[in-house]
């Protein structure tokens, strides 16, 4: 008999809704993970799938109905934004190939005789201490269900809560043992997420003191930690975030001495290496109240007074380190009493970069004192002439246009074009120049700019081996016309001088449709060294680029063609045995 669950799951779930929701480009890649065989213990119960699947790393996948919908979760990275990513689209065609089975008599998918659900009604039907022992046994085995347990029995401690218990998790839950790679820091993370449900379980239940230490204690533990994780997913630094989070929650409910928390605040927020508790000062302006903000205010100022002052050309070794936070610490506290003369004295304290310059105009900018504005940034542009920062050019050429300098704003924007003439810089050309109906000239001579700094590069290529180098092909002018919308434009350029790869795959896409035979090449072109890459993702590529030259010899007449070239492919990289894999599962018909 089929469950309503399984009956809701049913009603949202087919190969339609799945692209619906990832679109054609997602969905393509999920076929081809499913039919790479990358999905793993799936798993439903009460009508929620759950799987792996294999991608950079592993990846948890569930789908479930809700409100008569389609809803999802993917730890990839795509996923974790709240997209529905390939990997929810393979693991929804595993299931419903899963379901199909039994009705096509498959042998390779035959579905298990028991389910989940049939291990709550065995579970339900054991005697308590029996689902004791088992419990117990799992938890000697199972590290993070016996931090969980020890931590639920902390609360009923015939003392108390027994907050030592709680550290030991957490210090447990943290340690790294030795360093934490890519693949495995979405587990380790996942770990520390549930030793810090537990102490948001306490929140709830009237301990916010104890909450506010214990979250400390974790800041610290992560914070040391976090060097020795590869955290390029962001996970470790979402668990700061949390904590952070926490922390002052608990800090609202249980008003500790706003003293005290101001000295740790502060101290913390000028040693600490990330960002945490960074701009504590307005974070906790209302928990701290006027004693707690005059002891930071104390503690700061006291700091500020040893930090030197900075001129052009000038530098301080703690610049990115305490110079840093404590300039952070003193704007901070300036906002918040809404003195501007007293944020531009901080920033005055280190006039070494153009930029410095920009931030007080941009201050006295916000304040509505625009001629102090535009004295600050013509300042900067004096002490800095050549090379100058780009932002700080744009924030006079507007203040320009906007007295209607028109000729000294395009003087500035031109020099910043002429400095890197790229597709960046001729975007900002345009606008400015759009402001006094002359894009035409201006347009002339930007394009005559970019073909002689192509020419010298070209000239210097056999001499200039650096990596650093101009490029000596027109990829540069590629992308203008392209953005211009001007195909045809770009066609030429790519055809005349060469482009990158990524700007011909761009060229193929906008051509395919008038000019299939044209994108047909292209794509081609590009499998050999797709496939050279040699790793999963790269293979996954090749099958779309496949894909897409079928299609179009399909709309040139030549489907013949194409099994004897995809046979050609096939004999050339016979050795990559995951692309033979991929392309064994993948559908050509």
Same mark, same amino acid.
């Given at each position: 008999?089929?469950?309503?669950s399984?009956?809701?799951?049913?009603?949202?779930?087919?190969?339609?809704?799945?692209?619906?929701?990832?679109?054609?480009?997602?969905?393509?890649?999920?076929?081809?993970?499913?039919?790479?065989?990358?999905?793993?213990?799936?798993?439903?119960?009460?009508?929620?799938?759950?799987?792996?699947?294999?991608?950079?790393?592993?990846?948890?996948?569930?789908?479930?109905?809700?409100?008569?919908?389609?809803?999802?979760?993917?730890?990839?990275p795509?996923g974790?934004?709240?997209?529905?990513c390939?990997h929810?689209?393979?693991?929804?065609l595993?299931?419903?190939?899963?379901?199909?089975?039994p009705?096509?008599?498959?042998?390779?998918?035959?579905?298990?005789a028991?389910?989940?659900?049939?291990?709550?009604?065995?579970?339900?039907?054991?005697?308590k201490?029996?689902?004791?022992?088992?419990l117990?046994?799992?938890?000697l085995?199972?590290?993070?269900?016996?931090?969980?347990?020890l931590?639920?029995?902390?609360?009923?401690?015939?003392?108390?809560l027994?907050?030592?218990?709680?550290?030991?998790? #957490?210090?447990n839950a943290?340690?790294i043992?030795?360093?934490v790679?890519?693949?495995?820091?979405?587990?380790?993370?996942?770990? #520390?997420?549930?030793? #810090?449900?537990?102490?948001?379980?306490?929140?709830?239940?009237?301990?916010?003191?104890?909450?506010?230490?214990?979250?400390?204690?974790?800041?610290?533990?992560?914070?040391?930690?976090?060097?020795?994780?590869?955290?390029?997913?962001?996970?470790?630094?979402?668990?700061?975030?949390?904590?952070?989070e926490?922390?002052?929650?608990?800090?609202?409910?249980?008003?500790?001495?706003?003293?005290?928390l101001?000295?740790?605040?502060?101290?913390?927020?000028?040693?600490?290496?990330?960002?945490?508790?960074?701009?504590?000062?307005?974070?906790?302006?209302?928990?701290?109240?006027?004693?707690?903000?005059?002891v930071?205010?104390k503690?700061?100022?006291?700091?500020?007074?040893?930090?030197?002052?900075?001129?052009?050309?000038?530098?301080d070794?703690?610049?990115?380190?305490?110079?840093f936070?404590?300039t952070?610490?003193?704007?901070?506290?300036?906002?918040?009493?809404?003195?501007?003369?007293?944020?531009?004295?901080?920033?005055?304290?280190?006039?070494?970069?153009?930029?410095?310059?920009?931030?007080?105009?941009?201050t006295?900018?916000?304040?509505?004192?625009?001629?102090?504005?535009?004295?600050?940034?013509?300042?900067?542009?004096?002490?800095?002439?050549?090379?100058?920062?780009?932002?700080?050019?744009?924030?006079l050429?507007d203040?320009?246009?906007?007295?209607?300098?028109?000729?000294?704003?395009?003087?500035?924007?031109?020099?910043?074009?002429?400095?890197?003439?790229?597709?960046?810089?001729?975007?900002?050309?345009?606008?400015?120049?759009d402001?006094?109906?002359?894009?035409?000239?201006? @347009?002339?001579?930007?394009?005559a700019?970019?073909?002689?700094?192509?020419?010298?590069?070209?000239?210097?290529?056999?001499?200039?081996?650096?990596?650093?180098s101009?490029?000596?092909?027109?990829?540069?002018?590629?992308?203008?016309?392209?953005?211009?919308?001007?195909?045809?434009?770009?066609?030429?350029?790519?055809?005349e001088g060469?482009?990158?790869?990524?700007?011909w795959?761009?060229?193929?896409?906008?051509?395919?449709?008038d000019?299939?035979?044209?994108?047909?090449?292209?794509?081609?072109?590009?499998?050999?060294?797709t496939?050279?890459?040699?790793n999963?993702?790269?293979?996954?590529e090749?099958i779309?680029?496949? @894909?897409?030259?079928?299609?179009?010899?399909?709309?040139?007449?030549?489907?013949?063609?194409?099994?004897?070239?995809?046979?050609?492919? @096939?004999a050339?990289h016979?050795?990559?045995?995951?692309?033979?894999?991929?392309?064994?599962?993948?559908?050509?018909?």
């Amino acid at each position: 008999m089929t469950s309503p669950s399984k009956s809701a799951l049913e009603s949202v779930l087919d190969r339609r809704s799945l692209r619906r929701l990832a679109g054609a480009a997602s969905f393509e890649r999920g076929e081809d993970y499913f039919a790479g065989g990358e999905v793993r213990a799936l798993a439903e119960h009460e009508g929620t799938i759950t799987a792996k699947v294999r991608g950079t790393r592993e990846y948890r996948v569930k789908l479930w109905a809700e409100d008569g919908e389609l809803d999802y979760s993917c730890t990839c990275p795509v996923g974790t934004d709240g997209a529905f990513c390939k990997h929810c689209v393979a693991v929804g065609l595993a299931w419903l190939e899963h379901e199909r089975a039994p009705a096509e008599g498959s042998k390779k998918a035959a579905r298990p005789a028991v389910t989940m659900d049939d291990v709550r009604a065995f579970l339900a039907g054991q005697d308590k201490n029996a689902l004791v022992d088992l419990l117990m046994e799992q938890a000697l085995d199972d590290e993070r269900l016996r931090q969980r347990l020890l931590m639920k029995a902390a609360k009923k401690s015939p003392k108390g809560l027994d907050l030592a218990t709680y550290r030991e998790a #957490i210090d447990n839950a943290v340690d790294i043992g030795e360093f934490v790679d890519y693949r495995s820091a979405h587990d380790y993370a996942q770990g #520390i997420e549930e030793a #810090i449900d537990s102490i948001e379980e306490l929140l709830t239940e009237g301990h916010a003191a104890e909450v506010i230490e214990l979250a400390e204690h974790a800041l610290a533990a992560v914070e040391d930690a976090r060097g020795s994780v590869d955290d390029s997913d962001g996970a470790v630094g979402g668990i700061l975030a949390r904590l952070q989070e926490l922390h002052n929650k608990a800090c609202r409910k249980a008003r500790p001495d706003p003293e005290a928390l101001a000295r740790r605040l502060f101290e913390w927020e000028l040693r600490a290496e990330g960002d945490t508790f960074f701009g504590a000062a307005a974070t906790y302006v209302d928990i701290l109240g006027k004693k707690g903000l005059a002891v930071y205010r104390k503690l700061a100022e006291a700091e500020w007074a040893r930090v030197p002052a900075l001129g052009p050309g000038r530098d301080d070794p703690e610049r990115y380190g305490k110079r840093f936070r404590i300039t952070h610490i003193m704007e901070t506290l300036a906002q918040e009493s809404g003195d501007v003369e007293a944020l531009v004295a901080i920033k005055t304290r280190d006039l070494s970069s153009a930029y410095a310059y920009l931030q007080i105009a941009e201050t006295y900018k916000q304040a509505r004192q625009p001629d102090l504005a535009l004295e600050w940034a013509e300042r900067g542009l004096k002490a800095f002439p050549e090379r100058t920062d780009p932002r700080l050019r744009e924030f006079l050429a507007d203040e320009y246009h906007r007295r209607k300098r028109h000729d000294e704003a395009m003087a500035l924007v031109w020099a910043e074009f002429a400095e890197s003439p790229d597709l960046t810089h001729y975007e900002s050309l345009k606008k400015h120049a759009d402001r006094t109906d002359q894009w035409a000239a201006w @347009r002339e001579k930007a394009l005559a700019v970019m073909r002689e700094t192509i020419a010298r590069a070209k000239r210097d290529a056999p001499k200039n081996r650096s990596a650093w180098s101009v490029r000596a092909d027109h990829s540069e002018l590629v992308r203008v016309f392209l953005w211009e919308k001007d195909v045809e434009g770009a066609w030429r350029e790519a055809k005349e001088g060469g482009c990158s790869s990524d700007l011909w795959m761009q060229l193929a896409a906008r051509r395919e449709n008038d000019h299939p035979q044209d994108s047909l090449a292209i794509f081609q072109k590009q499998v050999d060294p797709t496939l050279d890459q040699k790793n999963n993702d790269a293979y996954r590529e090749a099958i779309g680029l496949l @894909r897409k030259i079928q299609r179009l010899m399909g709309r040139l007449g030549r489907s013949d063609e194409f099994t004897r070239y995809l046979e050609s492919v @096939r004999a050339a990289h016979k050795p990559k045995r995951n692309f033979m894999k991929l392309l064994e599962n993948a559908k050509w018909s």
